[in-house]
Nanobody
Framework: QVQLVESGGGLVQAGASLRLSCAATSTTFTTYTMGWFRQAAGKEREFVAAISWSGGTTTYADSVKGRTTISRDNAKNTVYLQMNSLKPEDTAVYYC??????????WGQGTQVTVSS
């Protein structure tokens, strides 16, 4: 069992930056691929970014590529999502998740990001 706690969300204006954090309780955090997802009101949850256990491989959704950086600090059991040049369409609840095998098995409670125009 892995518990995840997201933080760093908030209300910002378009063009601003935010850094989201996701702290994991599991001591085996360093062995997992981690992902960030988001869900806007009335829409399905969508993939944002993922990072391999070592941090050596990252993937991004096209909608955030070039504006977003995922990173991790395994010593702190924490994964980050740095979002720049935020747009109103980035407004959503952002979730981090742990990938086990082929699926994301554990999820945090989410943090709200609201971008005003």
């Amino acid at each position: 069992q892995v518990q995840l706690v997201e933080s760093g969300g908030g209300l910002v204006q378009a063009g601003a930056s935010l850094r989201l954090s996701c702290a994991a309780t599991s001591t085996t955090f360093t062995t997992y691929t981690m992902g960030w997802f988001r869900q806007a009101a009335g829409k399905e949850r969508e993939f944002v970014a993922a990072i391999s256990w070592s941090g050596g491989t990252t993937t991004y959704a096209d909608s955030v590529k070039g504006r977003t950086t995922i990173s991790r600090d395994n010593a702190k059991n924490t994964v980050y999502l740095q979002m720049n040049s935020l747009k109103p369409e980035d407004t959503a609840v952002y979730y981090c998740a742990v990938k086990q095998g082929t699926r994301y098995a554990f999820w945090g409670q989410g943090t709200q990001v609201t971008v005003s125009s």
